[in-house]
Structures are given as structure tokens and as C-alpha cells.
């Protein structure tokens, strides 16, 4: 037997806005929202597939730093130059984690100022 990751929770100031943005980045729809003002966002399909869902939970604290966990994103249907405009015209912006120049990705982060990667490769 083993587990599988099935939610990732992410403190933030502002649920609605965050998942409205990670709903665009990975064409996921909102499951769930709580009374405490979490929202659970993920696949089309619902909960128990084999992606994860993400959970947007309030938090009243900044982010300070740079995050120990970070979410990597591939591009499914077009290539990396052309998800990289879609994902500046969402709201990321690009991030300076100290990154060489030379790296095959692009760091960029959310509105809330989350690091996230788009990588080169394409994942049908």
C-alpha cells in the first residue's frame, strides 16, 4: 500500500482571487468553498482523480520568503512561449529565485507572489 497526494493547501489573503487564477492556469472549476472562506478548486471531473485538488485557505499573515514547495506547471497544448504569454496575461510575473539564465524553465509567481515553474516540456 502507499498514499498519494490528494489536496495541496496554500495559505493566502485572498481565496477567491488565487483560485480563479490557478482555475485558469490548469482549467480546473471550483469544488468546494467552506464557511472560514476556503476554496477547493480541480478537475472537471471532481474529487479522486489522479491530480491533486488545491485548496485556497485564508491566512491573515504576508508571505515572507521564498517558499520550500512550489507547484511546476507544463503547457498541454501549445508551446512554452506561447503559455508563458497566456500566464503573464493571467496575472503571474516573473520571479528571480537566482536562477542562472541558462535553465530550461521560466520561474514566475501568482498574484499572491507564490513561485511557480512553467517547464519547457509539452504533456499531452
Do not use: Y
Request: hydrophobic share 35%; charged share 30%; net charge negative.
Amino acid at each position: 500500500m502507499a498514499s498519494r497526494i490528494s489536496e495541496l493547501v496554500i495559505d493566502c489573503r485572498d481565496p477567491q482571487r488565487l483560485a480563479a487564477f490557478w482555475c485558469e492556469v490548469l482549467d480546473f472549476v471550483v469544488l468546494d468553498t467552506e464557511d472560514d472562506g476556503s476554496v477547493e478548486i480541480g478537475p472537471r471531473e471532481g474529487f479522486g482523480g489522479p491530480q491533486p485538488t488545491l485548496v485556497f485557505s485564508p491566512a491573515t499573515e504576508p508571505k515572507t520568503g521564498k517558499l520550500r514547495l512550489h507547484i511546476d506547471v507544463n503547457a498541454t497544448d501549445r508551446d512554452q512561449d506561447a503559455e508563458l504569454e497566456r500566464l503573464l496575461e493571467l496575472g503571474a510575473r516573473p520571479a528571480d529565485v537566482g536562477q542562472t539564465g541558462e535553465e530550461s524553465w521560466h520561474c514566475l509567481v501568482d498574484p499572491e507572489g507564490n513561485e511557480f515553474c512553467l517547464l519547457q516540456a509539452r504533456l499531452s
